[in-house]
């Protein structure tokens, strides 16, 4: 399999070949041990020259990767402004503090992701959409805020474990203890979507293996995880007549 | 190292205490130094050192650095910098900066081991200056090893990793090539160099611990800390993911406990996957903390299911875990059933990392690593009790938090800086260790008061560049055998020597000199013992005269016995009445200068009946 981006790659790895032979013939004189690659479990060891070695190192990131990175940013972006939403619509304390520590979290990981896309020179917003008007769609819009939408709006997300247009609109229509549920119902399922994303990249051929992505990605499902737990202990808690059980991701 | 989620915190000016839990020293003040304003470089970086030498440098080796991976040669430009430019863009690495990060360490037989993400290096170092005899490639990251004999034990947690050492075709969820474990190398040959074994587990490995039968020599353990996703279960079948209440099976909330049989290491198999973090009371297996804050000002803690290191003192029967929301203590007298008997939680810590125990163990400094290893988390406005080390003692088989230490000069943004892996440096009458803190280099506590620990001495470079993060620097800094060895992520291994000081004598640096270890696992540690040495009294000597209101007469009467000892001069007599002395003088006294005292006392007291 190849790596999508190429960056120029078979160029450049000559001339880097050609760089490393330089070296080698100059510490051949120093005798520098051979590098060993070893077999499988009883195979047999095979030596390799320096390019190779390189070669086995370099991992590079696939066209999956970036898009993962840019519709996380977006889907995280939700996430920041139903918290929003939270400070003067919901009612339960420990709730909003919940939200808040959600939305620091979200903010932080959506850093990481740009600074990987950045440092990648990869654009940040997925190719024809940026992420502002994009999070806009989700609910923040004024037609569905003030209920003078022409059309009825749409139950499906623009992006799958994202919460729907409509869901975004009865969340901005609700308040106090209402609002409260809907959050988080909401919030489950968004963040569940977020770790179907996760399953959805890792299963993708020679996706996830830059090291930096594949720790982020264990730290998203951590994180993730552990906030659902928070979640649908809260629910059954605060409402204890309402449905906990989480709603499935919509997609 | 984990890249963790951030959270970009105001600084926690208050603090919510957990009562006796938490360590409550007075926060630390950072002051800047000849640390905080060095030139950038890869390999000219300027460099400052406090009472310590850098004694060589070695750069990777063929196959070990890519420049690729750190950055594109840069353009330069002799232009005046007023004049208009058209914009440049800015130059990236190809290639992930981790790709060939140099990692732990381990010492054998006068030979040193660098792990590396793509395999490992080892050095003959029995004529001071490193020399290379054996490179072996093995991708699959991070490269913790460890090394028994023969036999060189590896960590690899990467989705790329293949039984093979290969990395061709790695894909899919669900691969039966993939190799996600503890390899392990035979490596009795240095010019064939073997892969003998492979044990697989569910969530790969991050490190791993080796654990001496406490009966059975031909028995070893390895303790797997595991910090990544799981594996399917198609592709292993012992694995399955999710929350304990929902999946009892879970392979999150636990270690690995591998049995490796030395006549037979390739039959190395996990015998165990205890609950180790299971509540005490109702044995719920999700039993410690479980992620977040626990007040507005407090660290974002993360979810205690899985440890991130274990450091064992078999001699004493215990483990030190670093288990991601706790700092846990093991009982491993039984080292197949490690059974948790304290725990700790602290609002400051974000992710407990490593742990290293003093020799007596009774106190473990354990590490923060908030931010991953990849952040910049040194800088002047961090706050000082965050991503530091937690000091904690052991008292009565309980934990307890007592101060923070952090590397007490700040760093600049562009300089990935937190707590990272160190080992004691075995001076007698004090606990000194030495410590990696990535690019914010390495320094040198002294814990003997767990609850005031300071700086002894400290080296480090400028930024590998000046505007940029590159991620560098220390990942270990180790006390093998009478030097330093620091394992830097880009620029090679370094070998630095102690320099006498005021705070460190030329005595209790060659105490320290002289206690040599033929194996050197720093998770697995052994206690030092020291000889009776003119060397060994000198450092007591020297300590006692530090002390405050120490008795002059008596510390000059010791100084003349140890130069006539050196001399080759025994005075029987003349010793065991100042054994006597030392004994009255160790009754008044307290705390660490009582047990110096004692110590002394004890050796001229030996020296008189020899």
Redesign the interface.
């Known amino acids: ?1 190849v790596p999508a981006i190429e ?1 120029g ?1 078979e160029s ?1 790895h000559c001339v ?1 070949g050609l760089m ?1 032979s330089g ?2 013939a100059t ?1 051949a004189t120093q005798q ?14 095979r030596m ?7 070669e ?5 990131f696939t066209e999956g990767d970036v898009r993962f990175m840019q519709h996380m940013i977006v889907h995280h972006a939700q996430a920041v402004e139903m918290v929003a939403l939270l400070k003067d619509k919901g009612s339960d304390p420990t709730v909003k ?1 919940l939200g808040e ?1 959600i939305a ?2 979200q ?3 959506m ?2 992701m740009e600074s990987w896309l950045a ?3 990869q654009p940040v917003a997925m190719a024809g959409m940026d992420a502002a008007s994009h999070a806009g769609h989700g609910g923040m819009d004024h037609s569905a805020h003030a209920g003078m939408s022409a059309q009825p709006l749409s139950e499906t997300p623009i992006m799958s474990g994202m919460l729907s247009p409509a869901q975004m609109a009865r969340l901005v229509a609700a308040s106090g203890a209402e609002f409260d549920r809907l959050f988080l119902e909401g919030m489950i399922q968004h963040h569940l979507g977020a770790l179907e994303m ?2 959805t990249l ?5 996706a ?5 992505i ?6 998203v ?3 993730q ?3 659902i ?2 979640m649908q202990s809260l629910l059954s808690d605060l409402l204890p007549d309402a449905q906990t059980s989480p709603p499935t991701p919509a997609n | ?9 105001s600084v926690a000016a208050m603090s919510v205490m957990l009562g006796a839990a938490s360590a409550s020293a007075q926060t630390q003040i950072l002051v800047p130094d000849a640390r905080s304003t060095l030139s950038a470089g890869l390999h000219d970086a300027g460099q400052a050192a406090s009472n310590l030498t850098l004694e060589y440098s070695v750069a990777p ?4 650095f ?1 420049p ?2 750190l950055f594109a040669p840069t353009p330069r430009s002799d232009d005046d910098e007023d004049a208009p430019r058209p914009p440049q ?1 800015e130059v ?5 900066p ?3 990060a140099n990692s732990d360490m381990a010492m054998s037989d006068g030979r040193l081991f660098v792990g590396n ?3 490992f290096n080892a050095y003959d170092v029995t004529q001071g200056e490193p020399k ?8 699959g ?2 490269g913790d090893l460890s090394v028994h004999g023969d036999l060189l034990f590896m960590s690899v947690e ?3 990793g293949r ?5 061709a ?5 669900v691969n039966a090539e993939r190799f996600r474990g503890i390899r ?2 035979d490596i009795s040959d ?9 044990v697989q587990t569910c969530r790969g490995s991050h490190t791993h611990t080796q654990v001496p039968d406490s009966t059975d020599p031909k028995v070893l353990y390895l303790y797997n800390s595991a ?3 799981v594996r399917k279960t198609d592709e292993l079948g012992i694995c399955s993911e999710g ?1 304990p209440d929902a999946n009892p099976e879970t392979a999150l909330y636990s270690i690995d406990v591998i049995k490796v049989p030395l006549d037979r290491p ?1 039959d190395a198999a996990i015998v165990n996957r205890p609950r180790i973090f299971a509540d005490a009371a109702t044995g719920r297996v999700a039993g410690l903390w ?4 626990i007040g ?1 000002a407090a660290q ?1 803690t ?2 205690t ?1 899985h440890c991130h290191d274990i450091t064992v003192y078999p001699e004493r029967g215990l483990a030190a875990g670093a288990c991601s929301g706790n700092g846990i203590l093991l009982d491993i007298s039984d080292p197949q059933n490690p059974t948790r008997i304290s725990e700790l939680f602290d609002p400051d810590m974000a992710y407990w990392h490593s742990a290293t125990f003093d020799n007596a163990g009774d106190k473990i400094v354990f590490t923060d690593e908030w931010g ?1 290893g ?1 952040q910049a988390r040194c800088r002047a406005e961090d706050p000082a009790n965050w991503g530091a080390n937690l000091i904690a003692t052991i008292e009565n088989r309980q934990l307890r938090g007592k101060s923070f230490y952090k590397l007490p000069a700040p760093q600049t943004a562009a300089e990935n800086c937190v707590a990272h892996n160190g080992t004691l440096i075995p001076v007698p009458g004090r606990d000194l260790m030495v410590q990696a803190w990535y690019q914010g280099g390495m320094s040198i506590v002294d814990f003997t008061d767990p609850s005031k620990p300071f700086e002894v001495a400290s080296f480090d470079r400028g930024p590998i560049e000046a505007d940029r993060m590159v991620v560098g620097g220390y990942w270990s800094a180790y006390w093998f055998n009478g030097r330093i060895y620091g394992s830097e992520i880009a620029r090679g291994v370094d070998v630095l020597r102690l320099a006498p000081s005021d705070l460190l004598s030329a005595a209790e640096i060659a105490a320290a000199e002289s206690a040599i270890h033929d194996e050197i696992n720093p998770q697995t540690q052994t206690e030092y013992k020291f000889a009776d040495t003119p060397d060994v009294a000198g450092a007591y000597a020297d300590q006692i005269a530090r002390a405050t209101g120490h008795d002059a007469a008596l510390t000059a009467r010791v100084q003349a016995e140890i130069a006539k000892w050196r001399a080759g001069t025994v005075d029987r007599r003349a010793s065991q009445s100042l054994a006597t002395a030392l004994t009255t003088a160790a009754d008044k006294a307290t705390g660490a200068d009582a047990n110096r005292l004692k110590a002394l006392a004890g050796i001229f007291g030996r020296l008189s009946a020899a």
């Open positions: 399999m960056w790659v450049l880097i490393i070296l080698i510490s520098t041990p051979p590098i060993f690659q070893p077999g499988a479990p009883g195979a047999a060891t390799i020259t320096a390019a190779e070695a390189l086995l190192s370099r991992t590079g503090r520590r620091q979290g903010e932080a990981e850093l990481i440092s990648r020179e996760v399953d890792q299963a993708e051929p020679d996830a293996e830059d090291p930096i594949s720790d982020f990605l264990s730290s499902v951590a994180d995880n552990s906030e737990l928070r | 190292m984990i890249v963790r989620t951030l959270l970009l915190s080796p063929p196959g070990f890519d690729e991976a863009p990236k690495p190809k290639f992930t981790l790709a060939l993400f793509n395999g290379l005899v054996m490179s072996v490639v093995c991708p990251g991070q990467q989705n790329r039984l093979d050492c290969g990395v075709g790695a894909e899919g969820d392990i190398f240095l010019n064939n160099p073997r892969q003998i074994a492979a910090t990544s996703g929350e390739q479980q992620g977040g804050r507005v974002n993360a979810q299911n991953g990849t």
